[in-house]
């Protein structure tokens, strides 16, 4: 999942009998299936956990911009190298649809970036892990996005209307992403013996982080069980998890690709492939500021965030420029 | 107070002759960057054959509150659909 861990209040899910009247029939909309839209009333934690949730999803989109813009100019192929850019072009867009979401619930772009960069706000732990090769490219948009659609797609339902919209939309883009990634190291997978070794030490590296991308277990989180009350959260962790493993696993073997498991295994009874856990402590150590790139990816964001100010000023006071310009004018001619 | 680049609201007519819809919005410093914004935001797939954008400000909107006054009235006019008059069958289509 892009957003992880993300805190609701905190209290556990109230009963009717301790709602206020206003809470009580904001969650029978919920419950009847209504969307929530910008104006309507909306208790103070819902409007929070939102904002944390899709704040912590478009800067993921923005830092994921980072591992796979490593190798625009190192593609393979003139081909390879244009579909990267629209690839990577389209996280930045995906960014934007979400940070326009989290708008529309009272905070502002800069204060969103601000709390990035300074550390108060998430990224998804995905992306603070390297992209040594071309391999890698593969692996992530196969991967990476493939966990991300698991999620993203329920996300498409959620209560708030702005983010279920922007979810639509980017959810029509994902599949290109995840597709084009298969492609591109089913390339390496059926290419020469060194190639399939890359593709295969590619997917070493990426198995478990791509796991970890949910996030644990959440099944006795008081956090997860108000969002999924409040419907911005629909699925469970292991949920998701079962089903990206339930996917992922015939599309390896189709490669002639090995999980790197050796407790994979296929339950009948169950219907879905027991696996083992990633290692938590990883997790934890990585959303805590400790990955291999955590401090690579912060100095980028916010390089590119003081490099640009001078940029961002200089349109601002040729836009007002302008407007004062017009006004004048106007007032001339009337 | 710091000042942000303005909010715009985005609008893309479709390949179809249909008319303009909202798509959604973005920050841009004036109305020329706005729509060169847009194209890359909100057309690159060609989703689009026109952009109009209009500063979020600008809007005027209803409010959630004033839905009962607004709406209900229109519930009770059903006769303001065809399907409320029945036509003969030996009449034809019509």
Known sequence: MYAQMVKSTGHGVKTRDEMTPEERAFQDRIDRGDKIEPKDWMPDGYRQTLIRQIGQHAHSEIVGQLPEGNWITRAPTLERKAILLAKVQDEAGHGLYLYCAAETLGVSRDELTEMLLDGRMKYSSIFNYPTLNWADIGAVGWLVDGAAIMNQVPLQRTSYGPYARAMVRICKEESFHQRQGYDAIRKMAEGTPEQHRMAQDALNRFWCPSLMMFGPSDKDSIHSAQSMAWKIKINTNDELRQKFVDQTVPQAEYLGLTVPDPDLTWNEDRGHYDFSEPDWSEFFEVIKGNGPCNTDRMAARNKAWNDGKWVRDGLLAHGEKKRARAKARQVAAE | ?94
């Open chain 2, 1 to 94: 107070m710091k000042t942000e680049w303005p909010l715009w609201e985005v609008f893309i007519r479709g390949q179809h002759g249909l008319s303009h819809r909202h798509v959604g919005s973005l920050h841009a410093p004036d109305a020329e960057m706005a729509i060169k914004n847009a194209r890359d935001v909100y057309t690159r797939r060609n989703e689009g054959v026109s952009i109009w954008v209009v500063e979020a400000n600008n809007i005027a909107a209803s409010s959630p509150s004033d839905k009962g006054p607004l709406y209900e009235p229109s519930e009770s006019k059903i006769y303001r659909h065809p399907t409320f008059f029945d036509i003969p069958d030996d009449v034809g289509a019509m």
